[in-house]
């Protein structure tokens, strides 16, 4: 599989980007081990579904199970992490650019910079928008496959919802997504696209093995697969606390006030990594009095 026909991974603290797979352990009641779709009721009644996603365009993830296209067809709100309409794209573009008159050499030193362009290069990444990314963008880009046709799985639900006249509302800002790598230390910074290009390589073969576990709504494998590439320092593990039990949190608290709509059944889409453990959406929602029930 080549890096433009896989998912997007991310080394080390970034897989949970792209991909959205990282998994806590299990909570309570709820075995989170396996399923990716749950049902939310309250009162006696449907308000919504909570459906784990990927961030891909193979075909075998885009073609959505059946359980999932019922639930979605029965909803009449879509809800995303964010809804990446022109202005988000503009701001995750600025985001990820360096200032002006400051190019990647400037940040990571020339030799670093130079081993990051031939990897752009070999990645089909202009040389110009590799000088002009910002480090932590870089290693993002890196480990993510080139779009073919754009239709990644929560582009595709968004484009569904505003061809059959849903609402549609996002979860957090843009910023809540790019804050935390903005607050990366130069040093770390440094590390991230290092480690990315050291291991450019290898993306293919645990891309597969991702989407494999993905597919096989083995969430318990897709923990194991992620543990093992990720929270080895305390800059990592507080990158992801950020990226993760921080915005659970807030996604929770918005998810709730969405769901209370009258008059809605609210589908809500986010990266499976947000779903379980004790600070997964699953428990969060749980606690906040809806009944989970697993579909799928």
């Given at each position: 599989?080549?890096?433009?026909?896989?998912?997007?991974?991310?080394?080390?603290?970034?897989?949970?980007?792209?991909?959205?797979?990282?998994?806590?352990?299990?909570?309570?009641?709820?075995?989170?081990?396996?399923?990716?779709?749950?049902?939310?009721?309250?009162?006696?009644?449907?308000?919504?579904?909570?459906?784990?996603?990927?961030?891909?365009?193979?075909?075998?993830?885009?073609?959505?199970?059946p359980a999932v296209a019922t639930a979605f067809d029965r909803s009449n709100g879509l809800v995303l992490e964010a809804v990446l309409d022109a202005t988000a794209i503009?701001?995750?573009?600025?985001?990820?650019?360096?200032?002006?008159?400051?190019?990647?050499?400037?940040?990571?030193?020339?030799?670093?910079?130079?081993?990051?362009?031939?990897?752009?290069?070999?990645?089909?990444?202009?040389?110009?928008?590799?000088?002009?990314?910002k480090p932590w963008a870089l290693a993002v880009t890196l480990s993510t496959p080139l779009p073919q046709s754009g239709l990644f799985l929560d582009m595709l639900l968004?484009?569904?919802?505003?061809?059959?006249?849903?609402?549609?509302?996002?979860?957090?800002?843009?910023?809540?997504?790019?804050?935390?790598?903005?607050?990366?230390?130069?040093?770390?910074?440094?590390?991230?696209?290092?480690?990315?290009?050291?291991?450019?390589?290898?993306?293919?073969?645990?891309?597969?093995?991702?989407?494999?576990?993905?597919?096989?709504?083995?969430?318990?494998?897709?923990?194991?697969?992620?543990?093992?590439?990720?929270?080895?320092?305390?800059?990592?593990?507080?990158?992801?606390?950020?990226?993760?039990?921080?915005?659970?949190?807030?996604?929770?608290?918005?998810?709730?006030?969405?769901?209370?709509?009258?008059?809605?059944?609210?589908?809500?889409?986010?990266?499976?990594?947000?779903?379980?453990?004790?600070?997964?959406?699953?428990?969060?929602l749980s606690d906040a009095g809806y009944h989970l029930i697993l579909e799928y």
């Amino acid at each position: 599989m080549t890096h433009r026909q896989g998912m997007p991974l991310r080394p080390r603290c970034l897989y949970w980007l792209a991909l959205l797979l990282l998994l806590s352990p299990t909570a309570g009641a709820l075995d989170t081990s396996r399923g990716l779709l749950w049902r939310l009721d309250r009162d006696g009644s449907t308000r919504g579904y909570l459906f784990g996603t990927i961030h891909t365009e193979d075909q075998r993830v885009i073609s959505l199970p059946p359980a999932v296209a019922t639930a979605f067809d029965r909803s009449n709100g879509l809800v995303l992490e964010a809804v990446l309409d022109a202005t988000a794209i503009l701001e995750i573009t600025q985001r990820m650019l360096l200032p002006p008159n400051v190019e990647l050499a400037d940040r990571v030193g020339q030799q670093l910079a130079e081993a990051a362009v031939e990897t752009a290069r070999r990645h089909g990444l202009p040389e110009e928008m590799a000088r002009r990314s910002k480090p932590w963008a870089l290693a993002v880009t890196l480990s993510t496959p080139l779009p073919q046709s754009g239709l990644f799985l929560d582009m595709l639900l968004q484009q569904r919802a505003l061809l059959e006249g849903k609402t549609l509302a996002g979860l957090e800002r843009i910023a809540d997504q790019f804050d935390p790598f903005e607050a990366l230390t130069p040093e770390d910074e440094r590390l991230l696209l290092e480690q990315t290009i050291a291991r450019y390589d290898e993306f293919d073969d645990y891309f597969e093995e991702l989407l494999r576990a993905y597919l096989d709504r083995n969430l318990a494998r897709l923990e194991q697969l992620a543990d093992e590439q990720m929270g080895q320092t305390a800059a990592e593990q507080a990158l992801m606390h950020a990226l993760l039990v921080e915005r659970n949190r807030r996604m929770a608290q918005r998810a709730d006030e969405l769901l209370r709509r009258p008059e809605t059944t609210t589908f809500i889409a986010v990266g499976a990594l947000h779903l379980p453990g004790d600070d997964g959406l699953v428990k969060l929602l749980s606690d906040a009095g809806y009944h989970l029930i697993l579909e799928y």
